[in-house]
């Protein structure tokens, strides 16, 4: 049986999906894919907690904070700058039709798919959809005329999530997590 993500699929060599299968497989397939995607969430409560918000002692303790919350956060994160985008196309119907479009377009070709993608007989990597997909959201969204509303509410997300991942203070639990993220360093000690 071969495996490709984390779901298994039938042993044959071909791109096909297994006999068999009928729509409820494939239903059933995205939402378990859809809850290990959504495991990877931290809890909300541990994002949003006012008692772990803290000024960075410097540039160096900065860093590594934000790279242990952009770690560990990372799910939240992309949820938290989805939704902002989303909200700011709600006066833009046409727009909000073209994401969700989009929307559905990344969730059947990259997030759902259990078995690499074909193209004329070649393999397409999955760096190769990550970068066409991306490119293919932006240019849709962009053509729709709403071009300054939607990179001003990229902005204002990834703004958000940037002062979250400096002044949220990573707790001790994070950094045997996160391990190589977030490790503390100590002065030298003087002899």
């Known amino acids: 049986m071969s495996k490709y993500g984390t779901i298994p699929i039938s042993s044959s060599s071909s791109d096909a999906p ?4 009928s729509p409820l ?5 995205a939402k378990a894919r859809g809850a ?9 409560r541990e994002l949003a907690d006012p008692k772990a918000l803290a000024v960075p002692r410097g540039l160096g303790d900065a860093y590594l904070r934000a790279r242990a919350n952009l770690a560990h956060f990372s799910m939240n994160y992309a949820i938290v ?3 902002v985008v989303f909200l700011s196309l709600l006066w833009h119907p046409f727009s909000l039709i073209v994401f969700l479009a989009c929307m559905v377009a990344w969730v059947f070709l990259y997030f759902l798919r259990d078995v690499p993608l074909a193209l004329f007989g070649h393999t397409i990597g999955d760096g190769v959809v990550l970068a066409v997909l991306s490119a293919l ?3 849709l969204l962009l053509l729709t005329g709403a071009t300054g509303n939607i990179l001003t509410s ?7 999530v940037l002062l979250h991942a400096l ?12 391990g190589r993220w977030y490790t503390s360093v100590t002065p030298p000690q003087p002899y």
């Open 137 to 139: 959201t932006l240019i």
């Open 18 to 21: 297994p006999p068999g299968s």
């Open 167 to 178: 002044l949220h203070r990573p707790a001790d639990s994070i950094d045997e997590e996160a």
């Open 25 to 29: 497989d494939f239903i059933s397939r």
């Open 154 to 160: 990229l902005l204002v997300g990834l703004v958000l």
């Open 36 to 44: 290990s995607a959504l495991a990877t969430r931290q809890p909300w």
């Open 81 to 83: 700058v989805l939704g």
